[in-house]
Every structure is written in C-alpha cells, then in structure tokens.
C-alpha cells in the first residue's frame, strides 16, 4: 500500500506529458467504465453506478467529443430482460466534496435482452460537443440503471468511453444554464405539464448564440390513448414568442440495427426505441441587442379523465455560445457505409454507393464542397456536392460508384476540401477513414428460396444492380399467404442489392402476433445448398448487398434452426435445414442446459418443418438444440401459459 501514491504520481506524469506533446486533431480517450457489472436494484427502481476519472487538465481544447457505450451479457447470466431507462451523468467535477452538476451526458434505452447469446455486444454512441467544456481534470461519471427486474440471475456488463477529438472549438461555450428536467405528467388536467414546462426567460451580454438541446422521451401506458409510450403528439418551440418548430416525439423502431429482441422491439415509440442512444434536438438562435429573450415549450394539448399515467422525462439546457470560429469551415463526421459500426450495420457490408455525413460548422451556408473518397491504396474518385446547408447543421451524402478490392482487410478514405470554392479554414477534421469487408460473394446463378406467412399482402421484395436497374421483383399484394416461392437468377459479375421488405413492419416472424405465421428468406445456388440465411424477426425489411466475381461463394452457417413461436404454450415447431441428408438429433435442455426434457433422433433428414409438443413442463426458458455431425445450434425459447 506504501507504493500506492508514487504509482499515481508516475502515472500523472505521464498522462500530462502525452497532453504536452498533443495537437490539433489528436484523440484522447478516457474510458470511465470498463465492463462494470451492471443490475437493477428493485427495491428503489435505480442503481447508481458512479467512478472518478481523470480528464485532460483545461488548458486541452476539444474540437469534438463522444461518448460510447458498449452493452454486453455478464458472465454466467443472461442480459437484462427489459427495456428500462439508463442515464449517463456527469456528477461533480474537481473533488468529492464539491457540489452534484446532475448533467445528464447520454440518455440509453436497455433492449430486450433475454435471447441474446452470452457473446453478444453492441455499441452505440452520442455526440456530447455541448459538455465538453466540462470534460477537463477530476469528473464523477455516473451510469444510472433503472427497472425493477431481477438483480440475481441477469444484468449488463457496462463500458463507457470517451473520444476527445483534441482542437479549436467550432463554436466557443461560454456558459450554460438548465431549463426544462425531471419526469412532468402527461394528460392530466389536476396536475397538467404545462405547470412544470414554464416559459424561461434569460439576459445576456456576451453570447452571440444560444444552443437549446432538448433530450425528451414519453412513457407510461395510460387507459385513453396508451400515453405517452405508444401516442404521437407534437410539440412546439418558441423562441421569443415566435414558433420555431413543431415537432412530432415520435421514433420509428421496426428499422432498429439491433435486432431481433425478445420484446416488442418494433413498435414505435414517444421518441425512443428499445436498445436504441435518444437522440437529442439541438437549436441554435441568433440573440439580438435585446436586453432579454424567452424560450417556451408547449406539448399538444391532452386530457385523460380516466386514469391518467403518462409522463415525459425531460433534460434540457441552454448553452451560451460564441458566433462559429471560421466562415468557411466542413467535418466529415461520420462514414455511414462502408464500415463496420454496430449502428449501421443493418447498411453493411456494403459495395455501392458510399454514404457520408458532413457538417457546416463554419458562418456562412456551406453550397458547394469537393469530396475525394476510394480505397486505400488505390485511384480516388471525386464528387463535387452543390446544396445550401445551414451552419451548424448535418447532412448525409450517398456518394456515386461501386468499391472493390482483393485486400482482406481494407479501409475506405473520404476527404472533404474547397467549401464554398475556398479553402477549409480548419482542415484538421477533413478526413476520415473506416475498416471495412465487402459483402458476400454468391454464384452467378442463385435460387431466392422464401415462404410467405399469412400476412403476405405487407410483403415485397427487390433485387437490383449497382447502377439501380431492377433484376427482378415482387411488388406488395402479388404474395400468397403461405406459399413457398423459388426465384432463380443469372446474374453477371457486379454488384447487387437484395431487399425484402414488409410494410407491417413485423417481418416474417414476430413472437406478438403468433397468428400472422411463420415465414422465412434463403439464398441457396443451383444445387440447393445455402448460401444465405435470414432471421425472419427482421422488422421493416432484410438488406442484403452481395458480389458477383466468379468466386467460389461461402456457405452459410449449418445447421439451419428456428423456432415458431419463440414464446409458446408447450406446442411448437422447428424448421431445420442442412445440405446433406444425415442423421441429427433434437434435444430440449433446461435453461442451464443440465436436464433434458426432450429427445428425438431424425434420420436421413434434409430439411423441414418438426412439430414438438411439450406437455406437463413449468413455464420457464429453455434450449432447443440441433446436434447434426458436424454442429450443434441452439435456440432460446419461453413457455408460457396464458
């Protein structure tokens, strides 16, 4: 223990002499939390998981800052069931002693974690630019989990990490103050959120921009209009009294790249979706020589007079911000495709058509901007944009092309120059790069292998080429229900995009509408051995990009397994698939796999549909398991008796 204080004070040293040698566009990164067990605590409904860190000293100016948050299952336990509210916050800054800041950084939503395998993760992240004037010396980071569930058997482990993008602030913060936080009932006229969304009025005198950034999401499931969770109401922003926008709190969730879930992870949602980062609003004002200003809040106007229970849980503040550093001044921020991050990985692998996000943090309107993009190692090519984005506004970029390469691993470049034909006044954040694999290489004669559920009507498909034409396709209506359909194609070499899509928004397959059916999507080659499967719990749609080359394809992972419904009374069914006739075994496990329920041998078995019933077993969760010669799979699936 006597070696504790020199060990801290080496590490000081050196922790200061990197921020010594540091420079403009450097990256620093701090991780707060590194997989820290995560549980509920049921008899408060929260539990607060806080840790000290040391962030660059405040003489280190940050250009950008994001947080990243990686969910993962605990070791020996399932991940967490529900989908609850988990807030980041930024507590106190400089000692234990000093005053709570209660800023909350980063608002997550847990997914429905209860099928997930004990190797699951996935990584979201939140620009967090607005608090990084705070982000210096010692801060108390919190990550706050609420809910109710079990804190034995299940949980989360939990790693927060800061990426600070070392450099010259686009804008300046002079300042902050909080407006509109805490949790304000919803339709109910004894106590209406009209008594907690006040107007705000503020004075100022050296700002030249005020930044409003509103984090807000509705709950609860009232007896009117299921409010606030499932009812979309808007809501209005003004701005010295003048309306500045009127905005839907509204999510789309069925096109959510984490999935399937185990619960009703396609509904839409009061601005959030399970397993999703809430993103927040920003609005920036110009402020005048007024000796004051307003900002006000008003939410569609609502009245339940049975039992009212919705609520919006609100974090805003007001930031005072210099006039952007430069006139001229574009980022890249992110590349959407092709790359390898979680968020986008419903659009990856991809191998046309490139998209990016830029930024005009410069004065003037950005209207024109040249973008030089290609693999590593190889000829660029060069897009010239013309539009109008506004300063301190995003916009993402489908750039024009196909991307090929013999590399294994590879890396896409995008560099951004001559914004409005001049040069960037801060080029430091004009490139950027992204790792990335191709999609798949399928034969040029493939047969597209789907059955329907009894819901057809919802559903389409459509297979196109790298320049748009359209190959072939089944438009909605033109479905059968229940049928099985084979479509065979010759394709030529190039690149190609598969999209089956289903305008319910609940796939082939979801666990809430057992009556719709059982469906499913393969890709096979001429021989009937698969290529390509897809989990049939696939939301709005399935978007698959794949290559054509004269490459001998992969073959998908075998055996083939799935089970309908997921959530079952005892009686179900599982649909097999191999590409060989061989004898394989069906074994039904306890959830810890140490008693077995049920077993079955199959012979000579290709493919097909097996019907189970399971009488006189308790409700619970249990594994379906297909042991062929060469694999076993397994499915996790709930009993349970309505």
């Not at 980041?88 to 800054?93: A, P």
């Not at 009127?246 to 992870?265: F, H, R, S, V």
């Not at 503040?317 to 550093?325: I, Q, R, V, W």
């Not at 719990?537 to 004269?550: A, M, P, T």
């Amino acid at each position: 223990m006597k070696f504790f204080p020199i060990i801290v004070f080496i590490l000081l040293i050196i922790f200061f002499q990197d921020q010594a040698f540091s420079s403009e566009g450097d990256v620093i990164k701090i991780k707060t939390h590194n997989k820290t067990k995560v549980v509920t605590d049921p008899s408060k409904g929260f539990n607060a998981y806080k840790t000290w860190s040391l962030f660059p000293s405040n003489n280190i100016r940050y250009r950008k800052a994001v947080l990243y948050i990686t969910y993962q299952c605990p070791d020996s336990q399932r991940c967490g069931e529900w989908d609850y509210i988990d807030n980041i916050y930024l507590r106190r800054k400089g000692s234990m002693n000093d005053s709570s800041l209660d800023i909350e950084l980063a608002r997550m939503i847990s997914p429905y974690g209860s099928r997930f395998t004990p190797d699951w993760k996935f990584t979201w992240n939140t620009d967090v630019t607005d608090f990084s004037f705070l982000l210096h010396d010692s801060v108390e980071i919190e990550f706050n989990h609420t809910g109710y569930e079990s804190n034995t058997d299940r949980g989360w482990l939990i790693t927060i990490e800061f990426e600070l993008t070392e450099g010259i602030p686009a804008m300046e913060t002079l300042g902050y103050m909080k407006l509109w936080n805490g949790i304000f009932p919803y339709g109910d006229n004894k106590d209406d959120i009209d008594n907690y969304l006040l107007p705000v009025k503020f004075k100022n005198d050296i700002a030249n921009i005020a930044r409003v950034r509103i984090v807000q999401t509705g709950h609860g499931m009232d007896d009117l209009e299921n409010c606030a969770e499932f009812c979309s109401k808007y809501r209005n922003i003004y701005f010295d009294n003048e309306l500045i926008e009127q905005k839907q709190i509204w999510m789309e969730c069925a096109d959510n790249p984490l999935y399937p879930q185990a619960g009703t992870w396609i509904f839409d949602r009061a601005n959030w979706c399970p397993g999703s980062m809430v993103k927040p609003d920003i609005y920036d004002f110009e402020l005048n020589d007024k000796d004051s200003h307003t900002i006000n809040i008003e939410m569609e106007p609502y009245v339940n007079t049975g039992k009212p229970s919705a609520n919006y849980a609100f974090n805003s503040y007001l930031f005072f911000c210099n006039s952007p550093e430069f006139k001229n001044d574009v980022s890249i921020e992110d590349i959407i495709t092709p790359g390898k991050q979680d968020v986008y990985s419903r659009k990856n692998p991809a191998c046309f058509e490139p998209v990016i996000s830029i930024k005009n943090n410069g004065r003037n309107n950005l209207s024109k901007l040249k973008i030089s993009y290609g693999i590593e190692g190889e000829t660029e090519s060069e897009f010239f944009w013309r539009g109008d984005l506004q300063s301190g506004k995003e916009l993402d970029i489908i750039l024009p092309g196909t991307l090929s390469t013999d590399k294994h691993k590879a890396y896409f470049n995008v560099t951004l120059t001559s914004p409005n034909d001049k040069e960037d006044d801060y080029p430091f954040d004009n490139f950027k790069s992204s790792e990335f694999s191709l999609p798949p290489v399928f034969d040029s004669k493939i047969i597209l292998i789907f059955k329907m559920n009894k819901d057809s009507l919802d559903n389409f498909y459509q297979l196109t080429n790298s320049i748009g034409n359209v190959i072939n396709e089944r438009i909605i209506g033109s479905l059968v229900p229940d049928r099985i359909y084979r479509d065979t194609f010759s394709l030529s070499n190039g690149c190609y995009e598969l999209v089956f899509g289903d305008t319910a928004d609940n796939g082939l397959d979801f666990w809430f509408n057992p009556e719709g059916g059982y469906g499913y999507v393969r890709i096979t080659d001429i021989n009937g051995n698969l290529i390509r499967s897809f989990n049939p719990d696939f939301g709005k749609e399935i978007r698959q990009q794949f290559l054509v080359n004269g490459s001998k394809p992969a073959k998908d992972t075998l055996p083939l397994l799935q089970i309908f419904p997921i959530r079952n009374s005892g009686n179900f069914l599982c649909d097999m698939f191999l590409n060989e006739r061989q004898n394989i075994k069906i074994q039904i496990t306890s959830e810890d796999k140490k008693k077995i329920i049920y077993e079955k041998i199959l012979r000579d078995f290709k493919e097909g549909m097996i019907d189970i019933k399971l009488d006189n077993i308790p409700d619970g969760l249990y594994f379906v398991n297909m042991i062929s010669m060469t694999n076993t799979i397994s499915k996790r699936m709930k009993i349970k008796r309505d």
